[in-house]
C-alpha cells in the first residue's frame, strides 16, 4: 500500500499515476472530495510514503504528524527550507534513518 501525501497537483498526478499499478492512496491535511483519500491517520499505516508537501512546511508538519513507523518514503517535493538552508534530505534525516528514504528529482 502506497499513500501519496500531499494533495495538490504534483501529489494528484504521482498518485494517478501509482494507482494504475499499485493499490494507493492521497492524503492531506485538509479532508478532500477525491477519490482513494484517506486521513493522515489512514495514510501513516501504509508501507510506502511519497511526499508531495510543500519544502517550507515540510519540517513542521513532519514535527506535527510524522509517526515513524519504518515506512519506505519517496520525497518527491523539491526546494530548500528557507530559514535553515537544508534540502529536504536533510531535514528527513532528523526523522528517519536513510536507509529509508529516497528522493526524486529531476531538472
Known amino acids: 500500500r502506497i499513500a501519496v ?3 495538490g497537483k504534483w501529489g494528484s498526478a504521482l498518485h494517478l499515476a501509482l494507482k494504475e499499478n499499485h493499490n494507493c492512496f492521497i492524503s492531506s491535511l485538509h479532508q478532500r472530495d ?3 483519500f484517506v486521513s493522515i491517520k489512514e495514510a501513516l499505516e501504509c508501507e510506502y510514503l511519497v511526499f508531495a508537501l ?3 512546511g515540510m519540517r513542521a508538519w513532519l514535527k506535527e504528524n510524522f509517526i515513524n513507523k519504518g515506512q519506505k518514503i519517496l520525497i518527491a517535493s523539491k526546494g530548500i ?3 535553515s538552508c ?3 534530505d536533510e531535514i528527513f534525516l532528523d526523522f528517519v534513518p ?3 528514504f529516497c ?3 529531476g531538472p
Open 5 to 7: 501525501i500531499g494533495a
Open 34 to 36: 477525491l477519490e482513494d
Open 54 to 56: 510543500s519544502s517550507q
Open 81 to 83: 527550507e528557507d530559514q
Open 86 to 88: 537544508q534540502f529536504l
Open 98 to 100: 536513510k536507509e529509508n
Open 103 to 105: 528522493v526524486l528529482s
